[in-house]
């Protein structure tokens, strides 16, 4: 069975840089038939895509963030990594890692981690 | 782009139907059959009711549907059942730019 783990520091200093890693298992991130990727959730809002990787090395990064995002993926550890520069408060959200299906189910999201909360402080 | 557009609340008693709706523009809802529905309960991650506009995957009640028309997708939950209570999003693709724009989220009460 396919599970996602997210790991990383849960309080970051606003200004700062947010990383976070996905450590998959189960499964292989180097399969030609998934994108992996990283989504948030504002305490009490929505979803938001940040952005996705495939086994190729195309990254694809939502336009809003695009100037602030790094993802990058360690196919030899199987795992994946969301790099977000100069935080603020806004950016407290529960970050979600995720697969995303491009072949079965296209453009679904059908795993995902158990998120984890990052808050940005003062 | 911005989020697609929900109504923040549905609701209906056990065995009736709600159908939510989520709106987009002709660059994601409209232009592509990539559409997706989650159903989040609190403190959980996001599941996957249905995809590609219509489609369940496997283990997902029937009771559970999709469909669209023009830059509106819709889900439908017939026979509602107490677990049915959670807050639902869609999502559609739309483009390299774009690979999952969210909606603003449902919350659905069963009465």
């Known amino acids: 069975q396919l599970q996602l783990q997210e790991s990383g520091p849960g309080l970051v200093k606003s200004s700062e840089t947010l990383s976070l890693t996905c450590t998959v298992s189960?499964?292989?991130?180097?399969?030609?038939?998934?994108?992996w990727g990283w989504i948030r959730q504002s305490p009490g809002k929505g979803l938001e895509w940040i952005g996705s990787?495939?086994?190729?090395?195309?990254?694809y990064y939502n336009p809003s963030l695009k100037s602030r995002v790094t993802i990058s993926a360690d196919m030899s550890k199987n795992h994946f990594s969301l790099k977000l520069s100069s935080v603020t408060a806004a950016d407290t959200a529960v970050y979600y890692c995720?697969?995303?299906?491009?072949?079965?189910?296209?453009?679904?999201?059908?795993?995902w981690g158990q998120g984890t909360l990052v808050t940005v402080s003062s | 782009q911005s989020a697609l557009t929900q109504p923040p609340s549905a609701s209906g008693s056990p065995g009736q139907s709600v159908t939510i709706s989520c709106t987009g523009t002709?660059?994601?809802?409209?232009?592509?059959?990539?559409v997706s529905w989650y159903q989040q309960h609190p403190g959980k991650a996001p599941k996957l009711m249905i995809y590609?506009?219509?489609k369940r995957p496997s283990g997902v009640p029937d009771r559970f549907s999709g469909s669209k028309s023009g830059n509106t997708a819709s889900l439908t939950v017939s026979g509602l059942q107490a677990e049915d209570e959670a807050d639902y999003y869609c999502?559609?693709?739309?483009?390299?730019?774009?690979?999952?724009?969210f909606g603003t989220g449902t919350k659905v009460t069963v009465l």
């Open positions: 189960g499964g292989s991130i180097s399969s030609s038939s998934y994108y």
């Open positions: 995720a697969r995303q299906d491009i072949v079965e189910m296209v453009y679904a999201t059908d795993y």
């Open positions: 002709s660059s994601n809802v409209g232009r592509y059959n990539f």
């Open positions: 990787i495939y086994f190729s090395g195309s990254i």
């Open positions: 590609e506009v219509s």
């Open positions: 999502s559609s693709y739309a483009g390299t730019n774009n690979l999952g724009v």
